[in-house]
């Protein structure tokens, strides 16, 4: 069945109320399913209300995105006009060259400076192989999720905390709160979520995991000591304020203590905002604040971009292109972003925290906008995926006390340096500890 | 007259029935509870609250569920492809174990299937998708029956064969000197002393099209999207709704209980049909 | 006699009988395991949304055996899931057979539905249903072992039994389908032989060991093949049940051919695994047959 296809006779009216070439064009978007879905398809409904377009979604397990995705751009004939793709399957699509570049759909096409790139992942540099803002076009955010520090108001009021700066602040605090029935903190230190989680750690160390991926140089950084220095805090955190055995906690787990009352402290993506404050899902709703994620004393606050963008394959007709850039230049306007937040959706500017009031939708906006400000790209290259299911072995192993940190960041810079060196890329030796 | 020993087994028996019984039902009851409950309460762990229907209202009438269009669709998908698996496996059962065909045909096709059997399905997703948008069939029944029929060919063609084994070799014989075509001494012969072995086969081989998930993901799209590929959406990227996937499982196993109990039938009308001989 | 039509139709019979699975077979399967053996030898790269494929001859295999550590984790782990698992199951399965053909009308009608309940339920809640359920600070399980003092058991946390916990919930979801076989099988055997045994069996253990069994053999040793290359291919419960961690402690096979082949997209190695998995599981089950065809004849000889 179509899910959200409604067949319009559209107005006159309606139609004029646009910009740009209003065309009758059926776009087809593939997408998952999700909390933010709901947002999505009001935006879609209300851009069908807005224009005489129709659209028509796939919604699509998450589990099946990405064999959905390359089964339809590799083809000759795409089946989806817009795909949506996920921070960690970016860059094998982005360098496939299977994404039309959106200037060449519309030359004067840009991305307003109040939309989010989150590290540049809007773009790809053919040249370098990695994200960059100023390389061709491919994408434009759709769901700005990144990771946020959350944290208990009601336990912060009680014991007059305040939210912390720095790592040693966090650390302070979890133990405050820490008791029998509560947790510190929660690391999300599971196989499949550890490299994501570390991220945000490792760079406000000060650490990094390449040289210098926007100039081009993926030279191996990981073994510093800032990275010491970070899985140290990673796993002291998990340790001394979490539960036992944190190398099974993935996100289920991390939401399931939090929205139970039983954490006091969790950093996870803002996309578990609205679920932490549902009474239906969460016995602390109300009560769960967010913050920045903290950083190093003296070290720049970061946090791990987990967002979405949309992109137009190349393989399909060009009417089918300038209608769907039509719809994701209208997506981004600030005026339907605050519709799109107050639907449930996760927005993609960093422009709305003045406009929202005191409506409690909007609660999460300034600290969602301050993470979203400072949020990066892990693995900005092809080989990424590759690159994260081996070191988040390492560092898992490096939580369940399999491995000294030591070693963990050591085999994970041997590793990673392997990888790249037969991929073709020229290295520096990668730093070791 | 019932010895004492005998009682004593069979109450012994009963004992390990019934264990093996709670075993499976307490789970299966504790998801049957948890499709009416809320999120928090199935994290919380209650085993008590106040029963909700709401998980049932979203899978049936949210807009953005069409769970009874999904299930048509497995069930259309998986009783053709299991009539289809059934009858081919069948066939090629009975001719390689009591008609001598060539040993390199048997070994082939045997061999083949048991090859492919082994692989990873998920390896192959990726050349049928190409195979079936090629010839203009992605999305369609015909694409999503066909490997389905496929899937559980090996499987059915081996469980056939070991059942056709028990059919005594002499029984045939007689057949053919009483001047039987091989199709009469197969209608008349070995589908009615393998019916017991039929349902059984059947049943696995509608549970694997029931069940499957990454052949449907890629074959299908919203209008042919099967029950599994529907209910993978509630396990989704930042949560897990439990709720939601619990009214979904018992909505969809309802329907292939009564296909076990449909077998059953099956299993012993094909026994009678067997002892009457 | 036969006449010569009849021959002619038999002759017929003879092919088209066989005609159906082999065209299936040739048509749809032929070509992606070609294709997979093609991408084994092959590096695939992707430039400007087109396919490009380059011959490498067995440098995946080597990177295979070189460097892919957790592979070779996944497989010590699959060797001990899949033989602790389908003994479980195959004495589970035939003692539940047993009992269920014990039992008489209603009683076994409502066992039989009973024990087929578990692998009638999609695979992926299966996964997610037992996370919740072995959960340390929530799940059921622990619950009840609480009121008898016992735990928590972080069933899935700790790295020591995480894979036990897998077995465990692998031989509840496909204990049923050993049940189901070795009930049909059951069923199906001539009722005439116990009759006649009748008298020379002391107790019912005699009879199981002596008749039911012997008996049986045919439908265990199938059911058995069937059951052991289904477990060399476990996915569905790993990946919600525990993604493979702690570590590499529940990593399995077939989740890293998934993870390196989709995940990854590294085609290449990817199907190098599910090649070399092949092979092996192929050699194992050449090997068992001659072992079993070899006591067989000794067997024979002995009793003859």
């Keep these: 069945m ?21 065309s009758a064009e059926e776009i087809r978007i593939l997408i998952n399913q999700s909390p933010w879905l709901n947002g999505f398809v009001a935006m879609v409904e209300e851009y069908e209300d807005q224009t005489d377009n129709t659209i028509e979604l796939d919604v699509t397990p998450f589990g099946g995105m990405l064999e959905k995705t390359r089964n339809s751009v590799r083809g ?43 590290g540049g992942s809007t773009g790809w540099n053919f040249d370098t192989n990695g994200f960059s803002a100023d390389g061709d076009l491919l994408g434009v955010p759709i769901n700005g999720n990144v990771q946020v520090l959350y944290y208990r108001t009601d336990l912060y009021d009680e014991a007059g905390l305040t939210p912390p700066e720095t790592w040693d602040d966090l650390m302070a605090n979890a133990k405050a709160l820490a008791d029998d029935n509560t947790y510190g903190f929660i690391p999300r230190a599971s196989r499949d979520s550890i490299l994501y989680n570390f991220t945000s750690y490792l760079f406000s160390h000060g650490g990094s995991f390449f040289a210098d991926p926007s100039g081009g140089d993926y030279s191996v950084t990981i073994a510093s000591p800032e990275g010491l220095k970070a899985l140290e805090t990673y796993i002291a955190l998990g340790n001394e304020a979490g539960p036992p055995n944190p190398g099974a906690i993935a996100q289920a787990e991390l939401i399931q203590l939090m929205s139970t009352g039983r954490a006091a402290h969790a950093i996870a993506v803002v996309a578990a905002y609205p679920v932490l404050n549902d009474p239906n899902s969460s016995i602390v709703a109300g009560k769960v604040g967010t913050a920045l994620i903290p950083a190093a004393e003296g070290e720049e606050h970061a946090s791990a971009a987990g967002h979405w963008v949309a992109a137009i394959p190349k393989n399909v007709t060009g009417e089918k292109q300038d209608a769907a850039l039509d719809f994701l230049n209208w997506f981004l306007s600030k005026k339907q972003q605050l519709f799109y937040v107050q639907s449930g959706g996760i927005p993609v500017r960093k422009d709305l925290s003045d406009s929202a009031g005191d409506n409690p939708s909007f609660a999460f906006l300034p600290a969602f906008s301050e993470n979203a400000s400072v949020s990066r790209m892990n693995m900005p290259l092809p080989q990424g995926s590759q690159i994260s299911d081996a070191i988040s072995l390492f560092l898992n192993q490096a939580v369940i006390g399999e491995l000294t940190p030591t070693e963990a960041l050591n085999k994970s810079a041997d590793e990673m340096h392997r990888i790249l060196t037969e991929a073709g890329y020229t290295l520096a030796e990668p730093s070791k500890l | 007259m019932i010895s004492r020993t005998t009682r004593k087994n069979l109450l012994g028996g009963h004992l390990v029935a019934w264990g093996y019984a709670l075993i499976i039902i307490g789970p299966m009851f504790w998801i049957l509870s948890n499709s009416f409950k809320r999120q928090i309460d199935i994290l919380m762990g209650n085993t008590f609250s106040t029963p909700i229907l709401t998980n049932y209202e979203t899978l049936l009438f949210s807009r953005q569920s069409d769970f009874l269009m999904n299930l048509w669709n497995s069930a259309m998908i998986g ?55 090629n010839m203009g069939l992605h999305g369609t029944y015909t694409a999503l029956i066909l490997t389905h029929v496929l899937h559980a060919l090996p499987q059915t063609m081996f469980l056939m064969v070991g059942f056709l084994l028990n059919i005594p070799r002499e029984l045939i014989q007689a057949a053919r000197m009483d001047g039987c075509s091989y199709g009469q001494v197969f209608r008349r012969i070995v589908v009615p002393l393998s019916f017991g072995g039929m349902a059984a086969a059947g049943a696995l081989a509608f549970i694997q099209s029931w ?67 | 006699m036969a006449t010569n039509s009849t021959r002619r139709r038999n002759a017929l019979w003879r092919i088209g009988s066989l005609l159906p699975a082999s065209l299936l077979l040739v048509a749809l399967s032929i070509y992606p395991v070609f294709n997979l053996v093609g991408l084994s030898l092959s590096d695939v790269e992707w430039i400007d949304g087109r396919a490009h494929s380059e011959f490498i001859g067995f440098a995946n295999f080597d990177q295979l055996f070189r460097h892919e550590t957790v592979y070779w984790a996944g497989v010590r782990n699959t060797i001990i899931f899949a033989i602790c698992a389908v003994t479980a199951q195959m004495i589970f399965g035939f003692s539940m057979a047993l009992a269920a053909r014990r039992a008489s009308g209603v009683t076994r009608a409502v066992l039989t539905a009973v024990f087929l309940l578990p692998i009638v339920m999609p695979p992926i809640v299966i996964g997610a249903m037992w996370r919740l359920l072995l959960g340390r600070d929530f799940g059921a399980v622990n619950t009840l072992l609480g009121y008898v003092g016992i735990g928590p058991i972080d069933f899935l946390g700790n790295p020591d039994i995480a894979l036990a916990s897998v077995i465990l919930v692998d031989i509840w979801h496909w204990t049923p389908f050993v049940f189901l076989l070795m009930l049909t099988g059951l069923e199906s055997l001539d009722q005439e032989v116990f009759e006649a045994a009748k008298f020379d069996v002391r107790s019912p253990w005699q009879e199981l060991r002596y008749v039911t069994i012997p008996l049986m ?80 004849s000794k067997s024979q000889e002995a009793t003859s």
């Design chain 2, 211 to 277: 069940s499957d998930f990454a052949i449907s993901l890629n074959l299908s799209d919203q209008d042919t999207m099967t029950a599994p590929v529907a209910i993978a959406t509630f396990a989704q990227e930042h949560q897990i709704r439990y709720g939601e996937m619990a009214a979904a499982s018992v909505m969809s196993m309802i329907p292939a209980l009564i296909l076990i109990l449909l077998g059953q039938r099956y299993v012993v009308r094909g026994l009678m049909a067997g002892a009457v001989k």
């Design chain 2, 79 to 133: 009783v053709v492809s299991t009539v289809i698996v059934l009858v081919i496996a069948t066939l090629a059962a009975f001719t390689i174990i009591r008609l001598e065909p060539p040993k390199w045909a048997t070994a082939l096709l045997l061999g083949w299937a048991l090859v492919f059997h082994m692989l990873p399905t998920l390896t192959f997703v990726g050349s049928w998708y190409v195979m079936f948008s």
């Design chain 3, 217 to 296: 053999v045919p439908t265990i040793l199938i059911t058995l093949g069937l059951r052991l290359v289904l477990s060399f291919k476990v996915f569905d419960e790993v990946y919600l049940l525990t993604g493979g961690g702690p570590g590499t402690s529940t990593e399995v096979i077939n989740f890293s051919i998934y993870r390196t082949f989709f995940a990854q997209d590294r085609l290449g190695v990817g199907s190098a695994m599910s090649l070399l998995t092949l092979v092996a599981v192929a050699v194992l089950i050449v090997v068992v047959n001659l072992w079993i065809r070899k006591r067989r």
């Design chain 1, 2 to 22: 179509k899910q959200t296809k409604t067949f319009l006779l559209g107005s006159v009216a309606s139609a004029m109320l646009v910009a740009g070439p209003a």
């Design chain 1, 76 to 118: 000759d004939d795409g089946r989806y006009d817009i795909v949506a793709l996920n921070a960690a399957g970016m860059a094998e699509f982005y360098a496939g060259g299977f994404l039309k570049p959106l200037t060449e759909i519309d030359a004067e096409f840009a991305l307003d400076e109040n939309v989010l790139t989150f």
